[in-house]
């Protein structure tokens, strides 16, 4: 069963705290994307990357630390340096990236900061 | 960002009703797509247009792009309580695609 899974579903944290959100996908894409959304807004693009052991900042990266080690995972970690957390993070991937390419995507992690 | 705006806000109609949403941008495109995003729930791709077509179908979904105007449309007949969700579009550039605050759609049963 292909996709792209994500864990935890709810997350909460204290403050000061570092977490890690699991994004994983077995659709042998090469991009992955990590977004938050927040109530009520679209998504914004936290980082992305288009190749194993590569990634670039999205536009909101700040705070925020990602790698890729392998092609099938794409951990996001939330730093304690991120002054607003509590969102609804989406992970992503597609083929390759491109404008041309569909995005799937997981079902989402939600932060909660306590 | 090239980053797509949605009107309205927030539709609400009755079953069978047609939708219409509305989504205009401001830079150049390659191409634009829509997504659509049930309540608490990851994003699904939709339809993608590309630049040099004017009007694209799939089953109840039609999406129209005029270049020109910046601006695209999604028109879903026959409107069921299933299609209850936001929808995004997704103006795309290069290698990257922004995704729109999103049309929130009710549809009454």
């Known amino acids: 069963d292909g996709g792209i899974t994500q864990s935890p579903k709810y997350l909460f944290r204290k403050e000061g705290q570092n977490v890690t959100l699991s994004c994983e996908q077995n659709?042998?894409?090469?991009?992955m994307y990590w977004y938050r959304q927040d109530p009520g807004q679209g998504l914004r693009l936290i980082y992305y990357?288009?190749?194993?052991?590569?990634?670039q900042k999205g536009d909101i990266a700040e705070g925020y630390s990602v790698s890729r080690e392998k092609k099938e995972s794409f951990p996001l970690t939330v730093t304690s340096a991120q002054k607003n957390p509590t969102a609804f993070y989406l992970c992503?991937?597609?083929?390759?990236?491109?404008?041309?390419?569909?995005?799937?995507f997981g079902p989402g992690t939600r932060l909660t900061v306590l | 960002s090239q980053q797509g705006e949605e009107d309205p806000q927030a539709l609400s109609i009755q079953e069978g009703e047609n939708a219409t949403m509305n989504c205009s941008y401001k830079?150049?495109?390659?191409?634009l797509q829509w997504y659509r995003q049930n309540s608490g729930r990851g994003l699904v791709h939709l339809i993608l247009?590309?630049?040099?077509?004017r009007e694209k179908h799939s089953g109840r979904l039609r999406v129209t792009l005029d270049t020109s105007k910046k601006s695209s449309s999604l028109l879903i007949t026959a409107s069921r309580a299933a299609d209850t969700a936001s929808y995004f579009c997704?103006?795309?550039?290069?290698?990257?695609?922004?995704f729109g605050t999103g049309t929130s759609l009710t549809v009454i049963p």
């Open positions: 659709l042998n894409h090469d991009a």
């Open positions: 990357s288009q190749i194993v052991n590569d990634f």
């Open positions: 992503a991937s597609s083929v390759r990236e491109s404008s041309y390419n569909e995005q799937f």
């Open positions: 247009i590309r630049s040099n077509e």
């Open positions: 830079t150049s495109i390659n191409n």
């Open positions: 997704a103006p795309g550039t290069g290698n990257q695609f922004y």
